[in-house]
Nanobody, 126 residues
Framework: QVQLVESGGGLVQAGDSLRLSCVAA????????LAWFRQAPGKEREFVAG?????????FFDDSLKGRFATFRDDAKNTIYLYIDILKPEDTAVYSC??????????????????WGRGTLVTVSS
């Protein structure tokens, strides 16, 4: 089965930019819908960004976050990336990647994703 492993988190300063990576193992994800979610302490999981098929204009975002977030998939490397610009303290959260075999979906609902990574913690100082 597919396993997802995130990396790239850590302690950063407000205003910095950051790239998170998620590598899939155990199977190809070229036909999977891929997405990023985050969960801040004491808050519910929140959709951040997703991408359906890499060869199409298939990226989708939460409207409130679109201006500072971007996502890119590299199916040859079985990897999805999340780029965050102008980091703010409120961006502090555990960021998780998710995948599902239904590549035609562009879902912002975490319940539609079967495979999840354990997450990588991003801590943004003021």
């Amino acid at each position: 089965q597919v396993q997802l492993v995130e990396s790239g988190g850590g302690l950063v300063q407000a205003g910095d930019s950051l790239r998170l990576s998620c590598v899939a193992a155990g199977g190809a994800i070229s036909t999977f819908t891929l997405a990023w979610f985050r969960q801040a302490p004491g808050k519910e999981r929140e959709f951040v960004a997703g991408v359906n098929t890499w060869a199409r204009r298939s990226a989708f975002f939460d409207d409130s976050l679109k201006g500072r977030f971007a996502t890119f998939r590299d199916d040859a490397k079985n990897t999805i990336y999340l780029y965050i610009d102008i980091l703010k303290p409120e961006d502090t959260a555990v960021y998780s990647c998710a995948a599902d075999e239904t590549g035609s979906r562009q879902s912002r609902n975490g319940g539609d994703y079967k495979y999840w990574g354990r997450g990588t913690l991003v801590t943004v100082s003021s």
